[in-house]
């Protein structure tokens, strides 16, 4: 069973679904889950609660870190064999936590067929040409700055993270001056075409940027890429070099 929806974008590739007791409710909601909809409408979903896992016993319960020290506790006293995964924050991170779950999971070829595919797409992403100046947008005015999974898996792509360069570290909030005065030359933006909070963010920098005669290449990048490592860094890789032939870079 997975509290984690970062494993479970692991486990449905790892193993057969009729192994897999429950996936986090988390992979049920667009803006979380690193799974398509389909696919995780075909699990059980948990919300995490010590008892709902007690009740189902599984044989193994992938959590993350964060998980509070009662429930820890309770899964202690029952017994349960425990897995804490921590926050992959680069590449070599993310796949050692694929073979960290594959093995405990008996699936060890398995996790080494994923990481074949994760190392293939990124050899097949990287470039000698100049890195491109590139934003990457997780929703609203929210972008993904240094040290993180996603800046490295940028720079390998041939771009350079503009987050980085305004002075950002990990995710946080990028105020609309510094993309009008000094704006990259792509910026990689989420699905928002309803009338949400993201979506009027995005209308506002287009226009602000449209007003400033910028010119940025506008490029989809699903949100269901921005948030795990594993499986959907070969997924992220190759939309990453799929907008640099887009763009002409």
């Known amino acids: ?78 017994g349960l064999k425990t897995l804490y995964l921590g926050w992959a924050s680069t590449i070599d991170q993310s796949k050692a936590q694929v073979r960290e779950i594959a093995a405990a999971v008996d699936a060890v070829p398995a996790g080494e067929a994923m990481l074949s595919r994760i190392d293939k797409a990124v050899t097949d992403a990287q470039t000698d040409r100049p890195l491109v100046p590139a934003l990457l947008w997780i929703g609203g005015n ?29 995710t946080g909030y990028l105020p609309i001056e510094h993309v009008v005065v000094d704006p990259p030359r792509v910026m990689l933006v989420p699905d928002q075409s309803g009338r949400d909070a993201g979506s009027r963010a995005a209308q506002m920098r287009g226009w602000a940027l449209a007003r400033a005669r910028a010119k940025v290449h506008h490029a989809r990048f699903e949100r269901s890429l921005v948030n795990c490592g594993g499986p959907v860094i070969a997924k992220a890789m190759t939309r990453l070099a799929e907008v640099r032939r887009e763009a002409g870079e």
């Open 142 to 170: 929210t972008v993904s700055g240094g040290g993180t999974l996603l800046d490295e898996m940028m720079v390998k792509a041939g771009f350079s993270d503009h987050a980085a360069h305004y002075g950002l570290q990990n």
């Open 1 to 78: 069973m997975s509290l984690n929806p970062c494993a479970d974008a692991m486990l449905v590739e790892l193993i057969p679904p009729d192994r897999i007791a429950a996936i986090s409710h988390y992979s049920r909601d667009p803006g979380a889950s690193s799974i398509s909809m389909e696919v995780a409408r075909r699990f059980a979903v948990n919300h995490g609660t010590a008892e709902e896992i007690l009740a189902l016993r599984p044989d193994l319960v992938i959590a993350d870190s964060f998980t509070s020290p009662s429930t820890r506790e309770a899964f202690a006293r029952a």
